[in-house]
C-alpha cells in the first residue's frame, strides 16, 4: 500500500503546486487522468523518489523516504517520459548492464522480459538503430527488472503500435496482482477492463480517486448517439460531442448531455473517456458558474 500525507510540491519555474492532503493507493493498476499540466508527471516523480516534496510523506509499505531511501528505490520501476537509453549499447547488454545496477543480473529473468517486451529479436542491435517503438519497450522493460513492488508510468504506450500496446497492456494486468502500478495516460478507453482504479487531477488537486466502476457511475450528463444530416450536425454545439463519423452526408454522431440532441437518439453505455470528457465538462461548466 502506497500512502500520501498532506503532500504539497512547488514548481521551480513556475506557480503550479501539487497539493495532496491524503491519499492511498492499492495494489493493482491505477490509471493516472488529467489534462496537461495537471501535474500527473511531477506526481508520478514524487512516487518514484525521483523528486521530493516541499511537504509531506509518502508511506511503501510503512517504510518511509527519510528512513529508508535506498530500500524503497530497490522497490520502484520508473518510466518517464522521454527517457533515454544509451544509444551505443546493444539491447541486451543495456538491461543486464541497468539489472547489474539494481543490484543483480537474473539471465532468465532477462529473458523473459525481453520476450515479453518482444526485444529479443533485437537484442543485439545498437540501441541507437532501434524504432522509436522498441526503444519505448525496452524502457518498460527495465522497469520491471527484479520485479518491483511499486511501478509507475508516465505515458508508457506512446510511440508503441495498436498491437503492442495491446500486448503490454495485457503483460501488465497479469502481472499487476502483487505489484502497485499507477501510469498516466490520456487513452482512457484502452485501459477498460484491466484497471483498478482511477485517480484524477486537475490543477494540482485529486478531483477523483477511486474504483473504474464509480468512474462511470453517478455522472451529471449520459452519453446520446444517433445520425444527422450536415445542416442538423452543424447546429450542434461543437463541446458536446464526443465522436463523430460520416457516410453518404449522414452523420453518427457521439454526444453528452442531460436529454438526447433530437428524439431519435438512443442512450449509450458510458466509457471511461466518456466519463473524463463528462467530468472535464461538468467542472469547466461549474467554474464558469462560479
Ligand atoms: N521541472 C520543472 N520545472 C518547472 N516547472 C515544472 C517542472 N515540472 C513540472 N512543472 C510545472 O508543473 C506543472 C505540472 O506539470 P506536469 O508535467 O506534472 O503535468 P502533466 O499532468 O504531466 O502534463 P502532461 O499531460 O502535459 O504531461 C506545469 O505547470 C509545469 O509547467
Redesign the pocket.
Known sequence: MLELQQILWR????E?QLRIPRLSIKPGITLLV??????????LKLLATAQFPAAGEIRYNGLTVERDLPVIRSMIGFVP?GIELYDEMKAAKLLHYLAELKGGANQQHLDFLMDAFHITPFKTKKIKTLAQGIRQRIALAQAWIGSPAYIFL??PLNALDSLERLRFIRFMASNAREQTIVV?T?ELNEWDVWADQVIW?EG?QIRYHGSIEDWNHGLQLSVWEGQLDSVACSELDPAIILHMRSEDRVYTVRCIGQEPPAAHFTKQTTSLEDAYFIRCRCSDRSRSIG
Not at 11 to 14: N, R
Not at 34 to 43: D, M, P, Q
Request: aromatic share 4%.
Open positions: 514548481s521551480a519555474g513556475s503550479f488529467g489534462r496537461n499540466g495537471a501535474g500527473k508527471s511531477s506526481l517520459t508516465d505515458e498516466s490520456h487531477l494540482g
